[in-house]
Structures are given as structure tokens and as C-alpha cells.
């Protein structure tokens, strides 16, 4: 498996910087080159992840800022798909199906209610 990126770090590549800005690279080298990639680029949504795989531009996605942002970015991702994952026995009692607190502490994700 490749992962595609410009690199983002020189002035004269000239990429506008934006949700999923690194993907037709990958999407590109994935049809041309007939290998398999993942995408990159500030993925940071599950449903934007998702389409890009559904899609076909990339056969898996990576995030980077996303995890450095929230740790538990995969869980949180399942929960807005409606996909059940598992996770180990230690943290269970924080998944918001039983945690009554989780709708508290994040209002904005309309978990565990």
C-alpha cells in the first residue's frame, strides 16, 4: 500500500489547502497506476472518510491531525456512522450507550441519548 501526499510544506507547489486536498493525487495514482493507496489531507470528517472510500478515490484513508486532535477519533467515528466496534473491557463503561454522562460532556456529537 502507497500513501500520496504533496507535501504541503513547499511555497512553490502551490495546492490549495482544504478539506481532503490531497485525494485526487491519490485517487490519480490509484486509477493510473493500479496499486493500492490511501488518502490523505485533512480528513478529518467520518462521513467525508467514508465517501472518499465508497467512492473508489483511495482504498483507505489516514489521518494524522485528526487523531492528534482527538485520541478516540475512530470510536467517535463509528458512533456517527451507526457502526458498533469493539473496544477494550477497561474503557466499555465510557462508551455512550453506557455512560449517561456522554450527551453532557458532548452535546455536539447527540451521543447517548
Known amino acids: 500500500m502507497f500513501g500520496f501526499s ?6 512553490q507547489a502551490r495546492v490549495q ?4 486536498y490531497q485525494v485526487p493525487f491519490a485517487q490519480t495514482i490509484r486509477r493510473d497506476g493500479k496499486i493500492t493507496v490511501q488518502a490523505v489531507g485533512m480528513i478529518a470528517d467520518p ?8 467512492k473508489g478515490r483511495a482504498d483507505c ?4 491531525r485528526g487523531f492528534l486532535d482527538d485520541p478516540r477519533w475512530s470510536w467517535h467515528a463509528a458512533d456517527a456512522l451507526g457502526a458498533d466496534i469493539a ?7 465510557s462508551r455512550p450507550n453506557l455512560w449517561p454522562g456522554a450527551a453532557l460532556a458532548h452535546p455536539h ?3 447517548g441519548r
Not at 6 to 11: A, L, M, V
Not at 61 to 64: E, F, I, N, T
Open 6 to 11: 504533496s507535501g504541503g510544506i513547499s511555497p
Open 17 to 20: 489547502v482544504e478539506p481532503g
Open 47 to 54: 462521513h467525508q472518510a467514508e465517501a472518499i472510500i465508497a
Open 61 to 64: 484513508v489516514a489521518l494524522a
Open 87 to 93: 473496544c477494550p473491557p477497561q474503557y466499555a463503561r
Open 109 to 111: 456529537r447527540g451521543v
